[in-house]
């Protein structure tokens, strides 16, 4: 099996994408009560994390409890919103209100990427994905994870990015021989 993660919480007041904004209290205490759930339950014996900040602070917290190796790895980005990566999600509307009001999976952010893009990303390399070694966890981000769960479970993207229940700092199964993904925390 190979597990994937999100992030703990971060500043919702700014957009996420490629910002690097660090997890805020509430976030820090919930990747502490994932990290205890994953020393006692699973048997992991690599970290595989996001280059961006949330999902580095995340993994190490992850690996305080469970002391392994961590490589961090620019693959598992979330999308990248563009100009608006770290934007006070304020001004961002006010900036992007008609591009906002009317964005879908096809919608490419100013100078950043669609989510179908990042849903291409991932099911050209399912197979590397699948690949990874079992008993390694991959800190992400939720649009990460959700592709995995439109394309295993073969559904029509949308943009209901709360459908498969990717909170903050939960942990999902994926199970590479029967290519499934369910949540385990």
Known sequence: MIYLMRHGQDDERYIGGWSNNPLIYKGINEVKDSAFWIKNNLKIKKIISSDIQRAKDTALIINKEINVD???????????KGLLNGMNAKLAYFKYQQFLDNLNILSKFPSGESLYDLYQKIQNNLDKILTIDDDTLIITHRGVINMLYYILNNIELDMNKKRFNVDTAS???????????????
């Open 70 to 80: 961590i490589s961090y790895n620019d693959f598992f980005r979330e999308q990248n």
């Open 171 to 185: 942990v999902h199964e994926l199970n590479v021989k029967k290519k499934k993904i369910r949540r385990v925390w």
